[in-house]
């Protein structure tokens, strides 16, 4: 990951104002510690913190076009820039950099070129000729843009809002998918799949279809100049992303630089279910493993840091970047700049255990769809700011656009957890990879029932932070909450506790609207409460609010038997799952 910052349209251009974008540049360093630049043109000004990941010796930025008269600043990767390159034969191109693309789209295109980049990307672009600008942002919002606007009419732009806070007056993120044209005076969406408008889609599941899709997007994301590897929790999603990469990374050309053995990562506390997990998976596949264990005060003494990185106080959020922002910096220390995660598999396949409650299938697709669209706010936003914390910058292959627009085409009667039929949670893409011949993983990790990540590092890290939240939030705060914080009011006294520490970072009303609020229950849309009575009078953002959820639907079916097996071990589960799965 990459830091942005532009600013255009200040009534100040002065040797002031320049030094006084580089300092809020540098605030965004510890996105990009490998250069720093800056291009100035009248009244505007394009910075750039660089991780350099492709074209590590050439693909400095701000980039441009052959005649400088584009100039571009960019944050992600764009995977099929090669291909891009072929149709520009034209133009000369001065960097290996995959984002320099974009200065030469733009120049062939206009602002209508967003929809062919494929990857993970947001942008500035300034035309020199005319002064116009366009800042985009990727289809789901894997990186991170905000917009601002100053007292003089300034524009600005920043990949993170502590750069935005003390200049602009108001500041939101730029939403994702969208583009923001100062010709056309504000926002518009270039990325309109067909299930954006949540229809419910027809089409009959194949299997290796959906495993075709995403061992092409698993294999997109091994284009690296750097040391990478993949973030193994042992949960299905990680330890699928790390069995396909281990399975091409031979055939890719990061294996010439760096060798053919895939290295893994795990955190949790001694003792923890995804520590376990990752081992076994790690030792399955053979890869180089790397497991790092934390205690509870060690995370507790993290959190402040953790919330100015992160930005934000929602809870779910909080509890799981925590983890990862310290398992980042053990990364970095070894030398790694880039690894692929596991991030968005649950939004797309009903993965989260409140999805058992699903009344039809209809609801369930909606949920679903309404995830997606929500993930910048989450999971995209803990993956990419934990990360890029330390100079790490985070790929997600399952947020791949083609492998989304295949999967969220299927009709959705095949995401549906079907107890009658041994269909758990995100049955569709486990027998997707259920190979007998070729197996990718052991049957149990392939059938492991979902843990949250802020869980599956150790079930006492939730406890911990609860206790230490207790004793610092007294009774009587937490009931005079509404009149402190009367918007997006804190219920817990760990939510109250996380929102104090934000409050002092970021205490503009611009930053506090940037965080999603309202009722929720293992990290549903607020639709979804109503799925169970009893949710609404017992909501906990924690996937432990779900727990039982598994026995309770095979409950209603009167199996009792297979209700005391989801609430037994693991190995049981497996046993009765492969006693009554049926095969697409």
């Given amino acids: 990951m990459c830091g942005i910052l532009a600013v255009f349209g200040c009534s100040d251009n002065s040797q002031a104002k320049r030094a006084r974008i580089v300092e809020l540049s540098r605030r965004l360093r510890h996105r990009g510690p490998d250069w720093s630049g800056l291009h100035c043109h009248e009244d505007c000004y394009l910075a750039h913190q660089r991780l350099a990941i492709v074209d590590p010796a050439s693909g400095d930025q701000p980039l441009y076009n052959q005649d400088k008269t584009v100039v571009v600043t960019v944050n992600g990767e764009i995977y099929n820039h090669k291909e891009l ?10 960097t290996g950099s995959d984002c320099e693309v974009i200065a030469h789209l733009y ?3 206009g602002e209508n070129f967003v929809g062919m980049l494929d990857g993970m990307f947001s942008f500035v672009l300034l035309d020199t000729r005319d002064k116009s600008f366009i800042a985009a942002r990727d289809a789901i919002g894997i990186t991170p843009l905000y917009i601002g606007w100053g007292l003089d009419g300034s524009v600005w732009f920043a990949s993170e809002m502590k750069a935005l806070s003390d200049d602009c007056e108001r500041f939101t993120y730029l939403l994702p998918g969208h583009i923001y044209s100062s010709k056309q005076g504000g926002l518009r969406r270039w990325y309109n799949p067909t299930w954006y408008s949540e229809q419910i889609p027809s089409t009959p599941y194949d299997p290796l279809v959906l495993r075709g899709a995403f061992e092409k997007a698993v294999i997109k994301r091994l284009m690296t100049d750097v040391p990478f590897g993949v973030l193994l929790s042992g949960g299905l999603d990680s330890s699928l992303v790390a069995a396909v990469a281990s399975r091409h990374l031979a055939d890719a050309e990061a294996a010439c630089q760096w060798g053919s053995q895939l290295h893994t990562f795990c955190i949790g506390l001694k003792g923890s279910p995804d520590t376990k997990a990752a081992r076994e998976v790690a030792d399955y596949l053979g890869t180089r493993h790397h497991e790092f264990h934390f205690t509870i005060q060690e995370g507790i003494d993290a959190l402040e840091e953790v919330i100015y990185h992160i930005e934000t106080f929602d809870v779910t959020t909080i509890r799981a970047s925590t983890p ?9 220390s070894l030398g790694v700049k880039m690894v692929i995660s596991g991030e968005g598999s649950d939004e797309i396949f009903g993965g989260y255990l409140y999805f058992h409650k699903a009344p039809n299938k209809e609801e369930f697709h909606q949920e679903t769809c309404q995830k997606i669209k929500a993930l910048h706010l989450y999971d995209c936003l803990r993956a990419n700011k ?28 095949w995401k549906m957890i079907r107890p009658d ?24 990790i392939l059938y492991r029932q979902k843990e949250q990540f802020s869980d599956g590092v150790g079930y006492s890290w939730i406890d911990g932070l609860k206790d230490h939240a207790n004793k610092q939030v ?41 965080v999603p609020g309202g009722p929720s229950v293992a990290c549903s ?3 979804a409460v109503e799925w169970d009575a009893s949710w609404s009078k017992n909501l906990d953002p924690s996937g432990r609010a779900a727990l039982g959820v598994h026995a309770a639907a095979y409950e209603e079916t009167g199996d009792t038997e297979a209700a005391n097996l989801m609430n037994g071990s693991p190995q049981k589960r497996l046993e009765m799952l492969e006693k009554t799965a049926t095969v697409a």
């Fill in 324 to 332: 990862m922002f310290l398992m980042s910096r053990k990364i970095k």
């Fill in 107 to 109: 120049e062939e295109h």
């Fill in 525 to 527: 849309t607020a639709k």
């Fill in 386 to 413: 934990s990360t890029s914390a330390w100079g790490v910058e985070a790929r997600v292959p399952f947020l791949d656009k083609e492998f989304i627009n295949i999967a969220m085409s299927i009709d959705p009667e």
């Fill in 85 to 94: 390159r072929a149709q520009l034969k034209s133009h000369t191109f001065r």
């Fill in 474 to 514: 007294t009774d009587s705060m937490l009931i005079n909450a509404s009149f402190v914080y009367p918007e997006n009011t804190p219920t817990t006294k760990e939510a109250y506790y996380y929102r104090t520490i934000f409050e002092k970072l970021f205490p503009k009303n611009a930053a506090r609207s940037t």
């Fill in 421 to 444: 039929l041994g269909r758990i949670e995100k049955w569709i893409l486990r027998n997707a990879f259920d190979d007998e011949k070729n197996p990718y993983l052991p049957k149990h």
